[in-house]
């Protein structure tokens, strides 16, 4: 997902979308725990859209002040 793909999601859906990645990141820590994960790349691709969906609603938060 690129920044602009984020940046055009409704607010509601990004906060939805950032409960679903947080759910999924959990679970990919949990099988790289077990070592059945096949792709770890999938665990810092997930981070990274976390991390991306944080600052455009801190961008937005921002914006408001």
Partial sequence: MSIDEIRSISPEDRRKKLA??????????AQAMR?????PALIRKTKRTIAMILTVEREEARKKQ
């Fill in 20 to 29: 679903e990645l947080r759910a999924e990141l959990a679970r990919l820590k």
């Fill in 35 to 39: 070592g059945s994960l096949e792709k």
